[in-house]
Structure formats: C-alpha cells, structure tokens
C-alpha cells in the first residue's frame, strides 16, 4: 500500500491534516512532519526523513507539501533516498491530502496516484 506524508510549516496543521484524511480513509499509511523539534514553526529534514521511513514500502510514499521551505526540505530529504520508491506530489495540500487518502484506499497505485493528484488544481468549489 502506498504510504503518505504530510509535511507543514506547523505541526497541528501536519497532524490535523492526517487526522482529517483518516476519517475519509481509515487504516491507510499516513505520517505527518510539521514544524521543528522544538515546537515552533518550520520544516525538519528529520521529520521528514522519519515520517517517510515510518510509512514506506516497496509501493511508494507521495509526499504532499504546503509551501517554501517544506517543498526545499522534502527535496533534499529524497535525494538521500537514492533507490526508494518516494515522490512529492504538487498539489494543494488538503484537497490533495484527502483525493490520496482515498486512492490509496481504493488500491490505486503509485503512478496512477501521483497523475491523479496533478488533477487535484482544476477541482472547483463552487460551480460556476
């Protein structure tokens, strides 16, 4: 099963973000990596590596980002990951957070999950 991972600059946001997903779609591997050790907003390389460790598997782990920083972090966190199966998703983080969720619940694969995502820009809220 693909493994998700939800990096912020603030960690209620990475834990609130995975409890949200987890009532869309229980049971899957979902981590959260928000804000530094010390509790204060920001991205951890070691965060992130141990949220990517924590849930990876020969399927995969995607990686969805909120901005800046987290996006720059993750980046060097899977170049010290040569050989594993591990991408970052562009996509609003939410939106993005819960259409995964749900693939990876479905079965969905990898690839087929991270083309899905690409998607995730064009959903519209209001019709119109």
Known sequence: MVGLVIVS?????ANSVVEFTSVMAKGIPIAAAG???????GTSFER???AIESVYSDDGVI???DLGSA??????VLEMMEGKKAAMADCPLVEGA??????VAGGMG?????K???EVWKMRKLSG
């Open 9 to 13: 600059h603030s960690e209620n946001l």
């Open 35 to 41: 804000g530094l050790e010390d509790g204060s907003f």
């Open 48 to 50: 992130i590596q141990n």
């Open 63 to 65: 990686v969805l980002m």
């Open 71 to 76: 996006v720059m972090t993750t980046e060097m």
């Open 98 to 103: 819960v259409a995964a969720s749900i693939h």
């Open 110 to 114: 990898f690839d087929e999950i991270l």
């Open 116 to 118: 899905s995502l690409d």
